[in-house]
Protein backbone atom coordinates (compact mmCIF):
# COMPACT_ATOMS: atom_id res chain seq x y z
CA UNK A 1 0.00 0.00 0.00
CA UNK A 2 1.16 3.80 -0.63
CA UNK A 3 1.55 5.90 1.88
CA UNK A 4 -1.75 7.97 0.80
CA UNK A 5 -3.61 4.71 0.74
CA UNK A 6 -2.60 4.34 4.50
CA UNK A 7 -2.94 7.33 5.36
CA UNK A 8 -6.89 7.92 3.80
CA UNK A 9 -7.42 4.04 5.55
CA UNK A 10 -6.01 6.05 9.32
CA UNK A 11 -8.31 8.76 8.78
CA UNK A 12 -11.15 6.10 8.31
CA UNK A 13 -10.37 4.21 11.54
CA UNK A 14 -10.49 7.80 13.24
CA UNK A 15 -14.08 8.24 11.73
CA UNK A 16 -14.99 4.27 12.49
CA UNK A 17 -13.95 5.05 16.37
CA UNK A 18 -16.02 8.19 16.21
CA UNK A 19 -19.08 6.90 15.15
CA UNK A 20 -18.70 3.48 17.29
CA UNK A 21 -18.41 6.01 20.09
CA UNK A 22 -20.92 8.08 19.24
CA UNK A 23 -19.06 11.34 18.70
CA UNK A 24 -20.24 11.25 15.00
CA UNK A 25 -22.81 14.49 14.12
CA UNK A 26 -25.80 13.96 11.59
CA UNK A 27 -25.96 17.48 11.29
CA UNK A 28 -22.95 20.38 10.34
CA UNK A 29 -22.27 23.02 12.64
CA UNK A 30 -23.74 26.31 11.78
CA UNK A 31 -21.76 28.08 9.13
CA UNK A 32 -20.35 30.93 11.83
CA UNK A 33 -18.75 27.73 14.04
CA UNK A 34 -15.83 27.57 10.94
CA UNK A 35 -15.48 31.33 11.01
CA UNK A 36 -12.82 31.01 14.35
CA UNK A 37 -10.02 32.31 14.07
CA UNK A 38 -8.34 30.10 16.77
CA UNK A 39 -6.73 27.02 16.27
CA UNK A 40 -8.67 23.52 16.41
CA UNK A 41 -11.88 26.00 16.23
CA UNK A 42 -11.57 26.03 20.28
CA UNK A 43 -14.00 28.83 20.11
CA UNK A 44 -16.64 27.70 18.86
CA UNK A 45 -16.74 24.22 17.96
CA UNK A 46 -15.79 20.54 20.31
CA UNK A 47 -13.51 19.42 19.81
CA UNK A 48 -13.85 16.36 18.64
CA UNK A 49 -16.38 17.64 15.96
CA UNK A 50 -13.22 19.34 14.82
CA UNK A 51 -12.02 16.11 13.86
CA UNK A 52 -15.00 14.87 11.92
CA UNK A 53 -16.05 18.53 9.90
CA UNK A 54 -12.58 20.24 9.37
CA UNK A 55 -9.59 17.61 9.94
CA UNK A 56 -11.01 14.53 7.92
CA UNK A 57 -12.22 16.30 4.82
CA UNK A 58 -9.68 18.94 4.92
CA UNK A 59 -7.11 15.70 4.80
CA UNK A 60 -9.88 13.53 2.31
CA UNK A 61 -9.50 16.78 0.23
CA UNK A 62 -6.06 17.28 -0.01
CA UNK A 63 -5.35 13.68 -0.97
CA UNK A 64 -8.01 13.55 -3.32
CA UNK A 65 -6.39 16.52 -4.92
CA UNK A 66 -2.90 15.70 -4.77
CA UNK A 67 -1.95 18.58 -2.71
CA UNK A 68 0.98 19.38 -0.86
CA UNK A 69 0.10 17.06 2.86
CA UNK A 70 1.29 18.78 6.22
CA UNK A 71 4.23 18.60 7.23
CA UNK A 72 5.53 17.27 10.97
CA UNK A 73 2.12 17.67 11.65
CA UNK A 74 0.52 16.66 15.22
CA UNK A 75 -2.82 17.07 16.69
CA UNK A 76 -2.67 14.32 19.84
CA UNK A 77 -0.72 16.84 22.12
CA UNK A 78 -3.82 19.12 21.39
CA UNK A 79 -6.08 16.46 22.42
CA UNK A 80 -4.43 15.22 25.36
CA UNK A 81 -5.08 18.92 26.82
CA UNK A 82 -8.66 19.29 24.86
CA UNK A 83 -10.20 16.02 26.14
CA UNK A 84 -10.89 15.81 30.05
CA UNK A 85 -8.93 13.19 31.50
CA UNK A 86 -12.07 11.31 33.01
CA UNK A 87 -13.61 10.88 29.35
CA UNK A 88 -14.51 7.54 28.65
CA UNK A 89 -12.48 6.74 25.25
CA UNK A 90 -10.29 9.74 25.69
CA UNK A 91 -7.33 6.71 25.21
CA UNK A 92 -8.82 5.39 22.46
CA UNK A 93 -8.92 8.81 20.66
CA UNK A 94 -4.98 9.62 21.63
CA UNK A 95 -4.30 6.10 19.99
CA UNK A 96 -5.94 7.20 16.94
CA UNK A 97 -5.02 10.46 16.57
CA UNK A 98 -1.00 9.48 17.73
CA UNK A 99 -1.03 6.61 15.01
CA UNK A 100 -2.65 9.81 12.20
CA UNK A 101 0.02 12.04 13.98
CA UNK A 102 3.20 9.23 13.13
CA UNK A 103 2.24 9.59 9.34
CA UNK A 104 3.92 13.19 9.53
CA UNK A 105 6.92 12.28 11.94
CA UNK A 106 9.41 13.08 8.99
CA UNK A 107 9.34 15.02 5.99
CA UNK A 108 9.02 11.46 3.82
CA UNK A 109 5.30 11.94 2.89
Known amino acids: ????????????????????????QDEAPDA??????????????EP??????????R???LLDNGE?????????PYYEMALDAQH???DIILLELQKLDAFFADDDN
Not at 68 to 76: C, G, V
Open 32 to 45: SAFASDQPFCMDTL
Open 48 to 57: LAWLQWVLIP
Open 88 to 90: PQR
Open 59 to 61: MHQ
Open 1 to 24: MTFHNNLREQLQSIEAMLRLHQHW
Open 68 to 76: PLPQRFAIA
